[in-house]
């Protein structure tokens, strides 16, 4: 599986545009990139998943680099509530196809 | 609205015991998951499902077992519940393909004493 890099910690203005990276410098071809997030004591969210062009939808906007090595999360507007742990995850492949290995995270923290 | 729910949102058993943790998700999803998440370990995968009565080992399995007799089922089984089994327990499920993403339940806290 891909392994991906996240910094441990973030913070953001709340209304201000947060923009989370994340590094999958082995991604393979056939491997997505999935965002999640989990706010304290719930289970994990899903945000937005993209193969190689950009994504939005009604919570985020996720942009792939071209190479596919690398990608970052934005959520446009952020607010006290988008204040979680965001999971970058690559999907595996082959025999363990569909399985979601979560890595540390990132904890992004909205300011007032 | 869609969702995946866990039977019991906090649980305390004793040590020896038997513990079922059930697993319902109404999105007709294919695959279903455990995992377990447990501070500075993140979330690691216990045992998968990508069809009824069919099972995957996942990074974790020992200690653990599971049961798939319906498509909306899935349940986790400590067949002897140990005190580092003491673990916030969640379930998951999704499409065949994933393309929906994937949606977690709200979580089981299990402590056993």
């Known amino acids: 599986d891909a392994k991906t890099t996240q910094p441990p910690s973030m913070d953001c203005a709340e209304g201000r545009a947060a923009n989370l990276p994340c590094n999958h410098s082995?991604?393979?071809?056939?491997?997505?990139v999935y965002w999640y997030r989990q706010i304290h004591s719930q289970g994990p969210q899903y945000i937005i998943h993209g193969l190689k062009n950009n994504e939005t939808n009604e919570m985020a906007s996720l942009i792939i680099t071209e190479d596919r090595k690398s990608s970052t999360l934005i959520l446009p507007h952020a607010t006290l509530r988008d204040t979680a742990v965001y999971y970058c995850?690559?999907?595996?492949?082959?025999?363990?196809?569909?399985?979601?290995?979560f890595g540390q995270g990132t904890i992004l923290t909205v300011h007032p | 609205d869609v969702k995946v729910t866990q039977s019991s949102r906090y649980l305390v058993k004793r040590t020896g015991e038997k513990v079922f943790l059930e697993c319902v998700q109404d999105?007709?999803?294919?695959?279903m998951f455990w995992y377990r998440q447990d501070p500075g370990l993140g979330l690691r995968l216990i045992y998968f499902?990508?069809?009824?009565?069919?099972?995957e080992k996942g990074d974790i399995p020992e200690g653990y077992s599971v049961s798939r007799e319906k498509k909306e089922r899935f349940s986790l089984i400590l067949e002897s519940a140990s005190t580092n089994q003491t673990s916030m327990y969640l379930c998951?499920?999704?499409?065949?393909?994933?393309?929906?993403?994937?949606?977690f339940g709200s979580g089981t806290r299990l402590t056993v004493v």
């Open positions: 999105m007709d999803h294919e695959n």
């Open positions: 499902s990508y069809d009824v009565k069919m099972k």
């Open positions: 082995t991604i393979s071809g056939n491997e997505y």
């Open positions: 998951a499920s999704s499409s065949l393909g994933g393309g929906s993403g994937y949606t």
């Open positions: 995850i690559v999907r595996a492949g082959g025999t363990s196809y569909g399985k979601l290995t």
